[in-house]
């Protein structure tokens, strides 16, 4: 059985509206007009975007990196913490100048932030000079909503709360070496603090063939890289009937033909299994790097958190992990003063990264957020107490990093050349542990898999020669 999938009939529906847009902008514009996307947020929303793109330029949209020459704005915006959201209201404020010099401009928003109804309403009431919202389930109308906004309408649709998959999209990817695919939508598991589940509804895994599909087009289009994109990659399949789990979907995807390295995440602790990690060493495409965020190291905090682990149970898997995959690299997301945190508790934080020794780290300080049970608990601790805490994990952390990137010094990674360095005549690659690493060389090594042999290291990035 295949997940929750939009039905054939809405999907043609959109075909028709797509050609009905492309009509009414050929007849409005004498050359194509031009799209700003703009996506905030994690890559579940590139992915979204991504698709946006494609739907986009199928209907007559050429894209474009110059808001200041855009006929449409959108941005996809993530609401995961009030930072995020600040910025997008901010961004959007700044928009009505743009539109005061191009009446026709036509500005939408989407993502996480446009399923909360408190900001769809404030959107409504305060920036009335937005022309389209629409909430994270119904991407695939977008061919109908242009269509009505063209035709005059001003669209906001964010009520649909029951998930789907729409297979079949067009895509526009943003780059030419690193591919992104998302295997599954959604969550389940309402950890305390998070919005996620709230905005994105529960988790819908894509059917192996359209994922093996998209990676066998990836691969065939020359893609370098393919990562496999989740909320928890490790329940892939669960609310599919005799579906394969997620290590076997990657063995699958590790037997495609090409060379091409595959990452993934985000995985979380309490599904990881032993199967996943021996499936990591016995490949030879899948990257040695496991993100496997563990938000805190202490067994309170953790239950406060509804994360389903102990610290013991998170230290053995990673134990296990480091046994069974050679050089394997660690990352991990960490929230700093989640409500009623003490600095004890969050000292045993400081001890698990010591203990792990991470590579790099994403780390936050607790956002509240609204709905979530972590906003109704009692929250004591003041700001500059948590910036405090926050600077020294900052602090902790970057030792480890300089020991860890110290230790590579001297020996020959494996680099995938991303993009020119910030000196003139460098590159800049990733080696397989994701360590940044820049050296001398030509742009025809872009995209190419290279020899690199570290020359300096320096905290976060290592310096090289080509071997
Ligand atoms: N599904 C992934 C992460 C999704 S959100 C997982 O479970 O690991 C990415 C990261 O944002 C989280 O891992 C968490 O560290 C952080 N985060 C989520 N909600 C937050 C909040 N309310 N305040 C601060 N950080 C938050
Ligand atoms: Fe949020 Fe937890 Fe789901 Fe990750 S697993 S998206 S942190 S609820």
Not at 239 to 246: A, G, T
Not at 403 to 413: I, L, P, Q, V
Request: with cysteine; glycine share 6%; proline share 3%.
């Amino acid at each position: 059985m295949r997940g929750a999938l939009v039905d054939e009939k809405q999907l043609e529906k959109q075909k028709e509206y797509a050609l009905l847009a492309s009509a009414a902008i050929k007849s409005r514009f004498e050359s194509a007009p031009k799209a700003f996307v703009h996506t905030y947020g994690c890559q579940g929303n590139v992915a979204d975007s991504e698709r946006i793109q494609g739907i986009l330029c199928e209907i007559g949209y050429e894209l474009t990196s110059e808001l200041s020459e855009a006929d449409l704005v959108l941005y996809n915006t993530c609401a995961v913490r009030e930072h995020a959201e600040q910025r997008v209201f901010g961004n959007v404020g700044a928009l009505k100048h743009y539109k005061a010099r191009n009446k026709n401009m036509i500005i939408a928003l989407c993502g996480c932030m446009m399923q909360q109804e408190h900001v769809s309403e404030k959107i409504r009431k305060s920036y009335p000079f937005v022309n389209l919202v629409f909430g994270t389930h119904v991407l695939h109308r977008l061919p109908e909503f242009i269509f009505r906004v063209l035709s005059g309408e001003k669209v906001f649709c964010t009520d649909e709360s029951k998930g789907v998959i729409a297979e079949g999209l067009p895509i526009h990817r943003d780059g030419e070496i690193k591919a992104w695919l998302p295997i599954m939508y959604g969550c389940n598991n309402f950890c305390t603090y998070c919005v996620v589940p709230y905005v994105r509804g529960r988790e819908r895994s894509r059917d192996e063939e359209s994922i093996l599909e998209e990676a066998r087009q990836i691969v065939k289009a020359g893609y370098k890289e393919i990562t496999l994109l989740g909320q928890n990659v490790n329940s892939y399949g669960n609310d599919l009937e005799n579906s394969i789990n997620f290590a076997q979907l990657l063995k699958k995807i590790d037997s495609i033909e090409g060379d091409f390295k595959i990452r993934f995440m985000t995985s979380h602790p309490k599904d990881c299994t032993k199967e996943l990690i021996d499936t990591i060493a016995a490949s030879e495409k899948i990257s040695h790097h496991l993100h496997l965020p563990f938000q805190s190291g202490n067994n309170r905090v953790l239950k406060a958190m509804n994360r389903h682990y102990t610290r013991e149970k998170y230290l053995s898997l990673i134990d296990y992990a480091k046994k069974t995959i050679p050089n394997l690299s660690l990352t991990s997301d960490v929230i700093v003063g989640f409500p009623g945190e003490t600095y004890e508790e969050f000292k045993d934080t400081l001890s698990l990264i010591k203990e792990v020794e991470f590579t790099s780290l994403f780390t936050f300080i607790y956002s509240p957020r609204k709905h979530t049970p972590a906003a109704e608990m009692d929250d004591p601790v003041p700001r500059s107490e948590k910036n405090k805490w926050f600077k020294e994990l900052l602090d902790t952390q970057a030792e480890i990093a300089a020991k860890r990137t110290a230790s590579m010094n001297g020996k020959t990674y494996r680099v995938l050349v991303e993009s020119e360095g910030k000196a003139e005549g460098t590159l800049s690659g990733r080696t397989d542990e994701n360590v940044i690493i820049e050296f001398e060389g030509g742009r025809k090594l872009i995209g190419k898999y290279v020899n690199v042999k570290v020359t300096q290291n320096l905290t976060w990035v290592l310096k090289g020669k080509l071997e």
